[in-house]
T-cell receptor, first 113, second 114 residues
């Protein structure tokens, strides 16, 4: 089945220790998104790639970076995680067209100790 | 700036009841609206997508309506079951610049009691 895959599902890192979260997709969609979701809150868009074009949200901290080496993969790098970065990180994809319907992965739960 | 509101934040009903979840948005300039389901600790599952030119969409026991001019959408769940317990989020795709992005509401946490 075509899908969006996120690895790992659970990640524990230490305060200030860089961490990378991974997302891959078999849908061949050209748009990929990273969201941060804290408990009982709406998902917050961090950035998205439209093909190779990177689009950062204005309020995304510099601590968050992203890479998209090819159509299938996208990475979220947190350079120096703080306690406030503990959250669920969601990856989503959509295809260029008239709906841009988004398909989400299962998420990575990040804990910062 | 587009804002999406979902009321109530939480809802608890007995099994078998029909129920309606509400979503409102401040700017009617949208391409479409999507309803999602999220189980605890999981990702989002797309339930229904309504294009701005459509009035409603149906999938099984779910029916979503859209009144773009008044900035409202509802998700109707018929004959609710305990397995329907989850958080339901609505999101709109604004027209214009950045049209590939979604603006989410905070969600309604639904509990169906056996």
């Amino acid at each position: 089945d075509a899908m969006v895959i996120q690895n790992p599902r659970y990640q524990v890192t230490q305060f200030g220790k860089p961490v990378t979260l991974s997302c891959s997709q078999t849908l061949n969609h050209n748009v990929m998104y990273w969201y941060q979701q804290k408990s009982s809150q709406a998902p917050k868009l961090l950035f998205h790639y439209y093909d190779k074009d990177f689009n950062n949200e204005a309020d995304t901290p510099d601590n968050f970076q992203s890479r998209r080496p090819n159509t299938s993969f996208c990475f979220l790098d947190i350079r120096s995680p703080g306690l406030g970065d503990a959250a669920m990180y969601l990856c989503a994809t959509s295809r260029r067209g008239n709906t841009y319907e988004q398909y989400f992965g299962p998420g990575t739960r990040l804990t910062v100790t | 700036k587009q804002e999406v509101t979902q009321i109530p934040a939480a809802l608890s009903v007995p099994e078998g009841e029909n129920l309606v979840l509400n979503c409102s948005f401040t700017d009617s300039a949208i391409y479409n609206l999507q309803w999602f389901r999220q189980d605890p600790g999981k990702g989002l599952t797309s339930l229904l997508l309504i294009q701005s030119s459509q009035r409603e969409q149906t999938s099984g026991r779910l029916n979503a309506s859209l009144d773009k001019s008044s900035g409202r959408s509802t998700l109707y769940i018929a004959a609710s079951q305990p397995g329907d317990s989850a958080t339901y989020l609505c999101a709109v795709r604004p027209s214009g610049q950045g049209a590939q992005k979604l603006v989410f509401g905070q969600g309604t946490r639904l509990t169906i009691n056996p």
